[in-house]
């Protein structure tokens, strides 16, 4: 176990220093946020003022679910150029390989969601602090699994780049919409519950805008935890027997 926790810190150093490095990758991936941002919130009902209080919390989590889904390709990259390979025939423990990989996603997970917060302040926006701090970490456990499925999926497609992105894409939209971070989905058919509540998205959405708002000890919060914990738990379990296998 002390072999693994240093495998794994030794992973996670290598794949964050690049970030550290460029810094600015992070200030152009809230471009798409912000543009959601300026162009939905004037859509939105806004009767009690409380348009923002609704939709920034789902804008911090739909920045996590786009990076975290793409954070895939980095491996491909890796895998293509022949660094992969290389990372196997060290002494690192594959899990470590894997899981190194996955707790970097907290790092720009939690400086997108600062930034986010700081450029809708100005706005009239407002949060529970302490209900923002067990909000983010809810998220950086669904952040985990997330970015581990990602990497499952880029070792899956390492010889079909086009199977990752396709699979991306295909699923990253309707994971979005039917968490209700758009637009709210009680209005919406029965059909359209029903998938929601089959989509983990939807409870951790709902229990990020909860916890902004300092609601702490709500059923939202209890199924936010659940459904991250889920996806942090799957995520790894299929993300290590898969690097476990790889060659």
């Not at 971070?181 to 919406?188: D, H, Q, T, W």
Request: a neutral charge.
């Amino acid at each position: 176990m002390t072999t693994l926790i240093a495998d794994t810190s030794t992973v996670f150093s290598r794949e964050l220093r690049p970030l550290l490095r460029d810094p600015f990758t992070i200030i152009f991936s809230m471009v798409q946020p912000l543009v959601f941002l300026a162009l939905f919130t004037p859509l939105l009902p806004d009767d009690d003022g409380n348009a923002l209080q609704w939709f920034v919390p789902g804008i911090i989590v739909m920045s996590c679910l786009f990076a975290c889904s793409m954070t895939g390709s980095n491996l491909l990259f890796e895998i293509q150029t022949g660094s992969h390979e290389r990372m196997l025939v060290t002494p690192l423990r594959r899990p470590a390989l894997l899981i190194g990989r996955a707790l970097k996603e907290i790092v720009p997970m939690f400086a997108q969601a600062a930034l986010i917060v700081v450029v809708c302040l100005p706005f009239g926006f407002r949060f529970n602090l302490p209900g923002a701090v067990i909000g983010l970490v809810i998220l950086a456990a669904f952040c985990i699994g997330l970015g581990a499925l990602s990497y499952t999926l880029a070792l899956a497609s390492k010889n079909q780049e086009w199977l990752f992105w396709t699979v991306q894409q295909t699923l990253l939209f309707p994971l979005l919409l039917l968490a209700g971070v758009l637009l709210p989905i009680e209005n919406g058919p029965g059909w359209l519950r029903a998938l929601a509540a089959g989509n983990p998205l939807s409870y951790v959405v709902e229990a990020e805008r909860s916890l902004f708002n300092g609601d702490i000890w709500t059923s939202s919060t209890l199924g936010g935890i659940i459904a991250a914990a889920a996806v942090a738990a799957i995520g790894l379990l299929v993300g290590v027997r898969a690097m476990r296998r790889s060659d």
